[in-house]
């Protein structure tokens, strides 16, 4: 069980348009979901916190407008990236919480996807 | 500022030997505890969480907390080459689900 996954795996798009990337639960609900970026040799960074049915909780330093997130559904959260630039590519991770069973806050990831904005 | 620290490493062990793996944290009212490993490329993978204070063993690895001292560790016994990778160390600082990750510590089994 757990089984988080993300579309599309790889995108490469040129500057100025805008992302989508899908985040689904697939064998359990998840009514939080998070939104992770990661660079070269770095470690994860938080983007933002979604919840079904209400705004997304950004961190400190992500811009709102830039990184749309909805979390429509038990199911799935998206992430779009709005008029995206060379900076803003990067392996985007997504992650649910699988409430189920003795751990409530335990984080399943997503495979990634690696975004290339030329 | 609430952190979680590892060693980055590069850790190096020979294969069938114990890797030991540590990770310190700030937060001394944090509850839950998780180690992830990830691949190049790939995303993190759990490994196993522990809330309660000594030892939680599965499988080759076990996992080790301490609140007093707050730090939490992941022993692996009988390293296998495909056990190289990151090891990533979180905890939720009691911030409504939020994890907070350290660094990594990238583990190298050498056959």
């Known amino acids: 069980g757990a089984v988080v996954s993300q579309h599309p795996s790889r995108v490469i798009c040129k500057s100025g348009t805008s992302v989508k990337i899908e985040c689904r639960s697939l064998?359990?609900?998840?009514?939080?979901m998070f939104w992770y970026r990661q660079f070269p040799k770095q470690s994860l960074m938080l983007m933002a916190t979604?919840?079904?049915?209400?705004?997304?909780?950004?961190e400190q330093g992500v811009e709102k407008d830039k990184f749309l997130i909805n979390h429509a559904s038990l199911t799935l959260s998206t992430l779009t990236v709005t008029s995206a630039h060379p900076e803003d590519s990067s392996f985007y991770i997504c992650?649910?919480?699988?409430?189920?069973?003795?751990?409530?806050?335990?984080?399943?990831f997503g495979p990634g996807t690696r975004l290339t904005v030329l | 500022q609430k952190e979680v620290e590892q060693n980055s490493g590069p850790l190096s062990v020979p294969e069938g030997a114990i890797a030991s793996l540590n990770c310190t944290y700030s937060d001394r009212g944090s509850q839950s505890f998780f180690w992830y490993r990830q691949y190049s490329g790939k995303s993190p993978e759990l490994i196993m969480f522990i809330y309660s204070n000594g030892d939680k063993e599965d499988g080759r690895f076990t996992a080790q907390l301490n609140k007093a001292s707050q730090y939490v560790s992941l022993l692996i016994r009988d390293s296998q080459p495909s056990d190289s990778a990151t090891y990533l160390c979180a905890v939720n600082m009691g911030g409504a689900q939020k994890l907070v990750f350290g660094q990594g510590t990238r583990l190298t089994i050498n056959p």
């Open positions: 992650s649910a919480v699988d409430n189920r069973g003795r751990s409530t806050d335990t984080q399943y």
């Open positions: 064998d359990f609900q998840a009514t939080t």
């Open positions: 979604s919840n079904e049915g209400s705004k997304a909780t950004y």
